[in-house]
């Protein structure tokens, strides 16, 4: 992300940020304060309906006591109960539809202990019927939903129930007025609307329920077990989701301008800050080690004329540390050559001195074995001589190419193991048959495994050990030859193998750290692979794969 794309990013969020919070505040405290007004004007609506709702329910009851006490003291319904007088009794079918018009019910009967209908208002033919359902209501002194059968359809009513004894009979008197939605919407205010919900209907969503009151449920229509109603007390969401879809269209509208303003002010004040450090970019770009010529030069006094001085003095000290540079390059050139060449004869010689301190010593205890030592030897000698001169040529060059040709890694393998001395120190062959040729340079593979054999020799410190040089075809496409030298020695921790390949890097005395970073090298000069395994204590084993070229074996 460039300079002036996260100058752009503050100042915008410098600009924003404190407008989103202010924003989100004001809108918060306006939308509860919008739904504490509601919720404040919802409750005293449902309270209301609630008292009204009780204030019917008193009326009613009041109203059947005093119907009650007017039947106990009237003689005609004596006669017409207790006497059976015919105009009695005619009297007490017509006396409920007059009492129910005059009351303003819209539904009332009079029964018997038994439930048999004695009058109807509302059905005037119910007479002498059983009801017994409207029994289960006696005692509960409170309103009740009643469904009672008409001469076309049903009606309900909120009723209330009253009982009264006339010569040790029991009466149950069962009246009110309708409970339909006419009578419900008159019952709401201030936002709510009621809804009767009998059983079986479906209920209204839970936000919409503001509150409910329930009573009774008699179906005095069919014979059915006594139930439960609610009227449902719902408050009419419309008008405040509505208002709050206004205000969020209003504070969108405001985000949306806070937004586009406060980038076009960004974008104009990072543009004017970033121009010139683009400028400056632009010349240090230009800036390398054959191109210190650049002149930063300014007269301006901020900041950035600051920073364009320091780059001029520091291109100034760059022309002269560039020459000391190139010169201590050429030294060390030189010296990385020197080191080398000594490394590289240090190893060839090696064998050479390994032979003679061999031939030294059978001269001296077996002076009769001599010939033999030299003949069996000779060819180290020759081999080590021929490396030497073969080196010779190659630093004449000072950049040998190599020269690949089918190589038999066997072979060298053999002559390297060879040119170990006898010692403390355990040399294992474990050369596969078969092994297809390389195409590599015979000298370069034997500096490879010269190398990692002496490395291997090292890490045992002059200690009885095993050193395991192996060979082994890869099964891979296209096929490869592994050529595997383990030891035995101290292996190496984590840190000492980050390092191992590193030029100069050495953990012996007099090392000259070149060796492995000599073999890494060559083996990526051969086109081959090198890793290592190791852990601390349990030795090293150095694993390098070179591609097989095609045709057999090199046996």
């Given at each position: 992300?460039?300079?002036?794309t996260?100058?752009?990013?503050?100042?915008?969020?410098?600009?924003?940020?404190?407008?989103?919070?202010l924003?989100?505040?004001?809108?918060?405290?306006?939308?509860?304060?919008?739904?504490?007004?509601?919720?404040?004007?919802?409750?005293?609506?449902?309270?209301?309906v609630?008292?009204?709702?009780?204030?019917?329910?008193?009326?009613?009851?009041?109203?059947?006591?005093?119907?009650?006490?007017?039947?106990?003291?009237?003689?005609?319904?004596?006669?017409?109960?207790?006497?059976?007088?015919?105009?009695?009794?005619?009297?007490?079918?017509?006396?409920?539809?007059?009492?129910?018009r005059?009351?303003g019910?819209?539904?009332?009967?009079?029964?018997?202990?038994?439930?048999?209908?004695?009058?109807?208002?509302?059905f005037?033919?119910?007479f002498?019927?059983?009801?017994?359902?409207?029994?289960?209501l006696?005692?509960t002194?409170?309103?009740?939903v009643?469904?009672?059968?008409?001469?076309?359809?049903?009606?309900l009513?909120?009723?209330?129930?009253?009982?009264?004894?006339?010569?040790?009979?029991?009466?149950?008197?069962?009246?009110?007025?309708?409970i339909?939605s006419?009578?419900?919407?008159?019952?709401?205010?201030?936002?709510?609307?009621?809804?009767?919900?009998?059983?079986?209907?479906?209920?209204?969503?839970?936000?919409?329920?503001?509150?409910?009151?329930?009573?009774?449920f008699?179906?005095?229509?069919?014979?059915?077990?006594?139930?439960?109603?609610?009227?449902?007390?719902?408050r009419?969401?419309?008008?405040?989701?509505?208002?709050?879809?206004?205000?969020?269209?209003?504070?969108?509208?405001?985000?949306?301008?806070?937004?586009?303003?406060?980038l076009?002010i960004?974008?104009?004040?990072s543009?004017?800050?970033?121009?010139?450090?683009?400028?400056?970019?632009?010349?240090?770009?230009?800036?390398?080690?054959?191109?210190?010529?650049?002149?930063?030069?300014?007269?301006?006094?901020?900041?950035?004329?600051?920073?364009a001085r320091?780059?001029?003095?520091?291109?100034?000290?760059?022309r002269?540390?560039?020459?000391r540079?190139?010169?201590?390059?050429?030294?060390?050139?030189?010296?990385?050559?020197?080191?080398?060449?000594n490394h590289?004869?240090?190893?060839?010689?090696?064998p050479?001195r390994?032979?003679?301190?061999?031939?030294?010593?059978?001269?001296?205890?077996?002076?009769?074995?001599?010939?033999?030592i030299?003949k069996?030897?000779s060819?180290?000698?020759?081999?080590?001589?021929?490396?030497?001169?073969?080196?010779?040529?190659?630093?004449?060059?000072?950049?040998?190419a190599?020269?690949?040709?089918?190589?038999?890694?066997?072979?060298?393998?053999?002559?390297?193991?060879?040119?170990?001395?006898?010692?403390?120190?355990?040399?294992?062959?474990?050369?596969?048959a078969?092994?297809?040729?390389?195409?590599?340079?015979?000298?370069?593979?034997?500096?490879i495994?010269?190398?990692?054999?002496?490395?291997?020799?090292?890490?045992?410190?002059?200690?009885?050990?095993?050193?395991?040089?192996?060979?082994?075809?890869?099964?891979?496409?296209?096929?490869?030859?592994?050529i595997?030298?383990?030891?035995?020695?101290?292996?190496?921790?984590?840190?000492e193998?980050?390092?191992?390949?590193?030029?100069?890097?050495?953990?012996?005395?007099?090392?000259?750290?070149?060796?492995?970073?000599?073999?890494?090298?060559?083996?990526?000069d051969?086109?081959?692979?090198?890793?290592?395994?190791?852990?601390?204590?349990?030795?090293?084993?150095?694993?390098?794969?070179?591609?097989?070229t095609?045709?057999?074996?090199?046996?």
């Amino acid at each position: 992300m460039s300079f002036r794309t996260r100058l752009l990013i503050g100042v915008a969020l410098a600009a924003i940020i404190p407008l989103l919070l202010l924003l989100y505040g004001v809108h918060r405290e306006m939308t509860s304060r919008l739904s504490s007004q509601a919720d404040t004007q919802v409750a005293g609506a449902v309270a209301s309906v609630h008292s009204r709702l009780e204030q019917q329910g008193r009326t009613t009851q009041e109203r059947l006591r005093g119907m009650a006490l007017e039947l106990v003291g009237d003689n005609r319904f004596r006669l017409a109960e207790l006497v059976g007088d015919s105009a009695a009794r005619a009297w007490l079918l017509d006396w409920a539809p007059q009492v129910m018009r005059s009351s303003g019910f819209t539904m009332l009967q009079l029964q018997d202990s038994t439930g048999r209908v004695i009058t109807s208002g509302h059905f005037r033919n119910q007479f002498d019927q059983l009801a017994p359902v409207a029994m289960s209501l006696l005692g509960t002194g409170a309103s009740a939903v009643l469904r009672a059968a008409t001469p076309d359809s049903t009606v309900l009513a909120l009723a209330g129930v009253d009982s009264f004894r006339v010569a040790d009979r029991l009466f149950l008197l069962t009246g009110g007025r309708s409970i339909d939605s006419v009578e419900l919407a008159a019952l709401g205010t201030n936002g709510v609307t009621t809804r009767l919900v009998l059983p079986g209907d479906s209920k209204p969503a839970a936000e919409e329920i503001a509150g409910s009151v329930r009573f009774p449920f008699v179906d005095l229509s069919r014979a059915s077990a006594p139930d439960s109603a609610d009227v449902a007390i719902l408050r009419d969401l419309g008008p405040l989701v509505e208002l709050r879809k206004s205000v969020d269209r209003w504070f969108l509208f405001a985000l949306v301008i806070t937004v586009v303003t406060a980038l076009l002010i960004a974008a104009w004040l990072s543009a004017r800050m970033s121009r010139p450090l683009a400028l400056l970019a632009e010349k240090t770009a230009q800036v390398d080690l054959d191109r210190l010529d650049q002149d930063f030069a300014t007269d301006r006094e901020d900041e950035v004329g600051a920073l364009a001085r320091l780059l001029d003095a520091m291109t100034r000290r760059l022309r002269a540390s560039a020459m000391r540079l190139r010169e201590a390059e050429r030294r060390a050139a030189v010296g990385d050559l020197a080191r080398q060449i000594n490394h590289d004869v240090k190893n060839g010689l090696a064998p050479i001195r390994h032979v003679l301190r061999h031939l030294g010593q059978v001269a001296e205890r077996e002076p009769q074995n001599l010939a033999g030592i030299f003949k069996e030897r000779s060819a180290t000698l020759d081999s080590s001589i021929e490396y030497l001169d073969t080196l010779a040529r190659n630093y004449a060059k000072l950049s040998p190419a190599l020269d690949r040709s089918r190589t038999d890694v066997n072979a060298v393998m053999r002559d390297v193991a060879q040119s170990v001395p006898p010692g403390s120190v355990q040399v294992e062959t474990r050369l596969a048959a078969d092994l297809p040729p390389v195409q590599s340079d015979s000298i370069v593979l034997r500096r490879i495994l010269e190398n990692l054999v002496t490395n291997g020799m090292d890490a045992m410190q002059g200690q009885a050990g095993t050193l395991v040089i192996l060979s082994e075809t890869v099964d891979s496409a296209p096929p490869r030859v592994r050529i595997c030298i383990t030891d035995s020695g101290r292996g190496m921790s984590r840190e000492e193998l980050d390092r191992a390949f590193d030029d100069f890097y050495t953990t012996k005395d007099g090392g000259t750290g070149l060796g492995l970073s000599v073999v890494r090298r060559l083996v990526s000069d051969l086109g081959g692979t090198l890793r290592v395994e190791t852990k601390p204590g349990q030795g090293s084993r150095f694993i390098v794969e070179l591609p097989a070229t095609a045709g057999g074996s090199a046996a």
